[in-house]
């Protein structure tokens, strides 16, 4: 992991959606250093559990889900 990419959307987003996301992004982070892998199974809920967030994948950000298509690759690539 080079970094943590998060959806120009979400600048203008709530900080509640803001910080969530990137407390998934951070999840992912932490799974990859610890186990070498990114997905969205047991180990990135256990990330997510430290974190003290709930294991979930969606928001209903509406900036991000009208996205340009290279937008929303970055969006599958932050499982979103």
């Not at 203008?12 to 186990?35: C, N, P, S, V, W």
Request: proline share 4%; hydrophobic share 40%; glycine share 10%.
């Amino acid at each position: 992991i080079e970094g943590i990419r998060l959806h120009p959307g979400l600048l203008g987003a709530e900080r509640k959606d803001f910080i969530e996301t990137f407390l998934h992004e951070l999840a992912h982070a932490m799974q990859f250093y610890k186990y070498g892998v990114i997905d969205h199974q047991g180990t990135w809920w256990e990330m997510m559990h430290q974190l003290g967030q709930r294991p979930v994948r969606t928001h209903s950000i509406a900036a991000c889900k009208g996205a340009s298509p290279k937008a929303k690759r970055t969006l599958d690539d932050m499982g979103l």
